[in-house]
């Protein structure tokens, strides 16, 4: 059965380059994003992950925890951090989960029921655990998006969305195509004239079902 938006994810047990865990625990009342990567010391993901270790102090301050997932096992995640801390230029202290058969990727729907780890395997036995998962601290699913394997993740891209969907959830808006932080917000359609003035006081009506008004963070 495929994750959907707004279900609870998956809970699990595991071990990480950074000890045991289990998942929902270690959310804790913290926005959190899973990120995976089918194989150790490939070049893209050890890009990636560099990108991710970068933005640690962006992630605190959102009050987001991120931990990594792939069908290797710790001790090749632990030596991993190495070329992707000299890589990136910067420390990673994010746990990175080891997945070696295959539950959490499956539970995930990364990849069907049916999938093994051949001998000799390539990272293109398990292509598609390539995703990335924004969870919301009452554990259910906000946003996913699984990428080929020849294309970079853009992590400023997750961090707008990220701040988007935190946006939406504090103050009851919508964040429209392209937003960024500081930028107008859209007013729900179910939020009447009256109950939008009361809320958020002016705002435009661009059409009887698209009215826009200020981020409400900003104020």
Known sequence: MALRINQVVPDFEAETSEGPIKFHDWIGDSWAILFSHPKDFTPVCTTEFGAVAQLADEWEKRGTKVIGISVDDAESHR?????????????????????????????????????????????????????????????????????PMNVGRNFAEVLRALDALQMAAKHGVAAPAN?????????????????????????????????????????
Do not use: C
């Open 79 to 147: 030596k991993w951090k190495a070329d992707i801390q000299a890589f990136g230029k910067a420390e990673p202290t994010f746990p990175i989960i080891a997945d070696e058969n295959l539950e959490i990727s499956k539970a995930y729907d990364m990849l069907p029921a049916d999938a093994y780890l051949p001998d000799g395997r390539t990272p293109n036995d398990t292509a598609t655990v390539r995703s990335v998962f924004i969870i919301g601290p009452d554990k259910q699913l906000k946003l996913s998006m699984t990428y």
């Open 179 to 219: 937003w960024e932080q500081g930028r107008d917000v859209v007013i729900p359609a179910t939020v009447s004239d009256e109950d939008a003035k009361a809320k958020f006081g002016e705002f435009t009506t661009h059409f009887p079902y698209l009215r826009t008004t200020a981020d409400p963070s900003t104020r």
